[in-house]
């Protein structure tokens, strides 16, 4: 997703952030990805 919105905003200023919302197990610290996400910032 970060790739196509870069590709869609080129030229047009700003900056594509993207991340992943996780999960962290408290016991063994093992991660739980529950979302990716991608914004525009003009």
């Given at each position: 997703i970060?790739?196509?919105m870069r590709d869609t905003f080129a030229g047009m200023g700003g900056t594509?952030?993207?991340g992943?919302?996780?999960i962290r197990e408290?016991?063994?610290g093992r991660a739980l990805s529950t979302?990716?996400?991608s914004r525009w910032v003009a």
């Open positions: 970060h790739a196509l594509v952030e993207s992943e919302l996780i408290k016991s063994a979302s990716l996400f």
